[in-house]
């Protein structure tokens, strides 16, 4: 049911690899699914699930899913357990206690895939910052950009447009 969410090809490559060396994102979803449902059925509390929910949303915020995709495993799971039930194999006060923890479950998995973007996001601001940092010292090294500790002689926020101007490249 989670491999729903994944194009096609990945779903392909997620099942295929049997262990872990070969596939290490199709055994990391394996475990985590196994593991969320070991412990909703035991009854295990949702906030010591963490973890497995930690280690499904980043394999998701990887493949920059939207949440509503990405989290979709858990609904599936109500319906897989609504079945269940009509088939008699489940008794409702225990459909009841079980969708109250997928509930809750569904809750803390998008807090965690909602951490794991913003740190993906805090990365990629950070190579862009690094990046525009090198290029300024480039055109300050080439005479493109002034001194920021000197006084700007009137040409804008610190770009030498004479020098731009009059293609200068020094």
């Not at 199709?26 to 449902?37: P, V």
């Not at 059925?41 to 929910?53: F, K, P, R, Y």
């Not at 990887?62 to 897989?80: E, F």
Request: proline fraction near 4%; charge should be negative.
């Amino acid at each position: 049911m989670i491999l729903l969410a994944f194009p096609k090809t990945s779903a392909a490559f997620f099942k295929s690899g049997k262990n872990r060396f070969d596939n290490p994102l199709g055994a990391t979803l394996k475990e985590g699914l196994e593991g969320l449902l070991s412990g909703l059925l035991e009854g295990t509390d949702v906030t010591q699930m963490s973890d497995i929910l930690d280690r499904i949303a980043k394999i998701h915020t990887i493949q920059d899913m939207p949440a509503s995709k990405a989290l979709h495993y858990l609904v599936d799971l109500k319906t897989i357990i609504r079945s269940e039930l009509d088939n008699g194999n489940l008794s409702s006060a225990k459909t009841d206690n079980l969708f109250s923890s997928i509930d809750e479950l569904t809750l803390h998995a998008f807090d965690a895939y909602m951490s794991c973007r913003e740190k993906i996001m805090e990365l990629r601001i950070n190579d862009v910052k690094r990046n525009i940092s090198g290029l300024m010292r480039e055109l300050h090294r080439h005479g493109f950009l002034e001194d920021p500790d000197e006084p700007s002689q009137g040409d804008g926020p610190g770009m030498c447009a004479s020098r731009l101007s009059r293609g200068d490249d020094r």
